[in-house]
């Protein structure tokens, strides 16, 4: 019950009488930019100093403290159309890639990897059940929902939602075997909202590397884009009635040149414990700073996607 795309469409064609498309896949959904959340300003309350942003140089030199990368990967490809329904079909996965002995190798039992047909199965009822595939239903269309770019955008969010389903897994995991801090530091590429169990272990480290969202006002938006080489804002909590409350802070891990004021720009999230503020705050960014070396070229995202999530991707890659 884990079909890729050409069993799957060869299937779909099956039942819904269709010679089907007999060229190649075409680009993923994803990189067709078909999601993305609109941009937008957030004002959030400052923990460490005075109230606002502030720019601080992370002390010390960088240090490698983390032990392990944790990254998903999600593909959306239409296999066919029904009356303008779309038929996605989807493969989401996500891995753990641990350090031993210098050399990065999967944790536990392994990466997690689903594949299944997304479709809104109240329109398309003979669909429900196909041969040798998992289907998801991705829920009932509403009038204002009914044109065939907003099911595709409704498909690729329900794909990312079992893609977060995944990580959230493996995250959980991780830090319920960290009690008494044996597994140490995880590097997870995003954030920690999604788990109120990760949001709240020490073990756990967010690196988000996208800023739809920037946890500032304008005056703090002018210090975030004046962050040199190894500075940080000062730490704020993010929250909402969504979310875990998080402490936050955003840190310049390579020279903007010119580029822009996002360019080599990261935002962290830790658990909001504890009264060393400003301390974990350095010696994480000292942590995250050590892992700018190697470069992640050619991948056009090198300046902010580190070597151990990169593996994360290709690994992913290999297997899904």
């Keep these: 019950m884990n079909a890729g795309f050409q069993s799957a469409r060869r299937a779909v064609a099956r039942l819904i009488g269709s010679p089907g498309a007999d060229d190649a896949a075409g680009p993923s959904l994803e990189r067709s930019g078909m999601h993305g959340d609109a941009p937008r300003l957030v004002a959030p309350t400052t923990v460490e100093g005075g109230a606002g942003l502030a720019r601080r140089e992370v002390p010390g030199s960088p240090a490698v403290g983390f032990a392990a990368f944790l990254d998903g990967t999600q593909e959306s490809r239409v296999l066919d159309h029904v009356g303008g329904v779309p038929i996605v079909h989807g493969t989401v996965a996500a891995v753990i890639r641990e350090r031993r002995e210098r050399r990065l190798r999967t944790h536990g039992d392994g990466p997690l990897v689903e594949r299944a047909v997304y479709l809104p199965v109240d329109r398309l009822p003979h669909l429900a059940t196909i041969d040798g595939c998992t289907v998801v239903d991705t829920g009932p269309i509403a009038p204002d929902v009914a044109h065939p770019m907003a099911l595709l955008e409704r498909a690729v969010h329900v794909v990312q939602e079992r893609r977060e389903r995944l990580e959230r897994t493996l995250a959980e995991r991780w830090c319920d075997g960290d009690g008494a801090g044996s597994l140490g530091a995880l590097w997870i590429d995003g954030g920690l909202a999604k788990s109120p169990r990760v949001a709240g272990a020490t073990a756990a480290i967010g690196v988000v590397k996208s800023h739809?969202?920037?946890?500032?006002?304008?005056a703090?938006?002018?210090?975030?884009?004046?962050?040199?080489?190894?500075e940080r804002t000062s730490v704020v909590r993010v929250t909402s009635k969504q979310r875990t409350p998080v402490r936050s802070w955003y840190l310049r891990v390579r020279a903007s040149g010119g580029r822009g004021p996002l360019w080599g720009l990261v935002r962290v999230e830790v658990a909001d414990i504890g009264d060393d503020v400003s301390a974990r705050a350095d010696t994480v960014s000292q942590w995250i700073l050590a892992e700018s070396s190697p470069l992640s070229r050619p991948d056009?995202?090198?300046?902010?996607?580190?070597?151990g999530v990169r593996d994360c991707e290709e690994f992913l890659r290999a297997v899904s």
């Design 212 to 218: 739809h969202t920037l946890y500032a006002d304008g």
């Design 300 to 307: 056009p995202r090198w300046d902010t996607l580190t070597y």
């Design 220 to 230: 703090g938006l002018a210090v975030i884009a004046a962050l040199a080489v190894g």
